[in-house]
């Protein structure tokens, strides 16, 4: 299957402070990618869909000012959490879709910690 | 009303032993796909199997099968012959056509395999 990858796995940050998530597809070029927030023991939530040279659409509720999405190829969207606070705190994952394919495949996600 | 529902939040099976996730869905779109990814404690989204909804015969991969009864709007999914490392936990998802290529997840169920 195709491979995602995101970097960093771990983060710790001060509150105040912007922190930079990539997510890349490492075989494949992603037309869309998705970035998800998830909260210990529940499921995920989609915060946005980031297509290719365009700019990203946020779910209802995601503030677009403090979670900013880049897709600036069609092997990279980053997501940057701008002055973090403590209830930023999550485990967030992305995921990309080959072309018009159906399946979504995910990087293996960044737990951020904001203290 | 819930699109995805798991109703098992914990499932145990012993090893070599077959098991069955339940999910049931909610949609009106005529076409729709279905999906099934595995989260270990680790976090990354495996994807396992995925059922299109004109797709005639149940999806199959491995030792995972995939129930599809549409009329029911379940989409079941049998692990044959558990192992230790299929201990996790278990996503149904679905994508519809009129949401364009967002996912939602249902809650999860949390699979131990006992030995």
């Known amino acids: 299957g195709a491979v995602v990858s995101q970097h960093p796995s771990r983060v710790i940050c001060k509150s105040g402070t912007s922190v930079k998530i990539e997510c890349r597809s490492l075989?494949?070029?992603?037309?869309?990618m998705f970035w998800y927030r998830q909260f210990p023991k529940q499921s995920l939530m989609l915060m946005a869909t980031s297509n290719e040279g365009s700019k990203a659409t946020y779910e209802q509720g995601v503030e677009k000012d403090k979670f900013l999405i880049n897709h600036a190829s069609l092997t990279l969207s980053t997501l940057t959490v701008t002055s973090a606070h403590p209830e930023d705190s999550s485990f967030y994952i992305c995921?990309?879709?080959?072309?018009?394919?159906?399946?979504?495949?995910f990087g293996p996600g960044t737990r951020l910690l904001v203290l | 009303a819930q699109k995805i529902t798991q109703t098992q939040p914990g499932m145990f099976v012993q090893e070599k032993e077959a098991v069955t996730l339940d999910c049931t869905y909610d949609?009106?779109?005529?076409?729709?796909?279905l999906f099934w990814y595995k989260q270990p404690s680790s976090g990354e989204m495996i994807f396992l199997i995925y059922?299109?909804?004109?797709?005639?015969q149940n999806a199959t991969e491995g030792r995972y099968s995939l129930n599809f009864q549409k009329a029911r709007k379940s989409a079941n999914l049998v692990i044959s012959a558990s192992q230790l490392g299929d201990s996790a936990m278990y996503f149904c998802?679905?994508?519809?056509?009129?949401?364009?290529?967002?996912?939602?997840f249902g809650e999860g169920t949390q699979l131990t395999v006992n030995p």
């Open positions: 949609t009106s779109d005529p076409s729709y796909g």
């Open positions: 059922q299109g909804s004109y797709d005639q």
């Open positions: 995921s990309a879709r080959v072309g018009g394919a159906a399946t979504q495949y």
């Open positions: 075989d494949f070029q992603a037309t869309t």
């Open positions: 998802a679905m994508r519809e056509e009129t949401s364009g290529s967002r996912l939602t």
